[in-house]
């Protein structure tokens, strides 16, 4: 079956950097589109940003854009997002997905404070 699962969240000062990986397997990685999203206390989960089967497209959030880098690699079926700079507003829970169904990891937190 699908299973997606993250790592490398954890606790960074301001302007620190994490690096997120999502490892992949039950389904031919290399076929489809992947995503990041991440859920605040209180608030709705997003989408942070996405990567097309071959990785040759990126899309981010507004808020992330400059400062987190969205990639994969196909042949160990895995994505990562490496994050700098990051800011207190960066706290979240940080979820991998499959773009085309309802397949997503258990989350990993992050947490921004000094």
């Known amino acids: 079956q699908v299973q997606l699962v993250e790592s490398g969240g954890g606790l960074v000062q301001p302007g620190g950097s994490l690096r997120l990986s999502c490892a992949a397997s039950?389904?031919?990685?290399?076929?489809?589109?992947m995503s990041w999203y991440r859920q605040a206390p209180g608030k709705e989960r997003e989408l942070v940003a996405s990567?097309?089967?071959?990785?040759?497209?990126?899309n981010y959030a507004d808020s992330v854009k400059g400062r987190f880098t969205i990639s994969r690699d196909n042949t160990k079926k895995t994505m990562s997002l490496q994050m700098n700079s990051l800011k207190p507003e960066d706290t979240a829970v940080y979820y991998c997905?499959?773009?085309?169904?309802?397949?997503w990891g258990q989350g990993t937190q992050v947490t921004v404070s000094s």
């Open positions: 997905k499959r773009v085309m169904g309802n397949y």
């Open positions: 039950g389904f031919a990685f290399s076929f489809y589109a």
């Open positions: 990567i097309t089967n071959t990785g040759g497209i990126t």
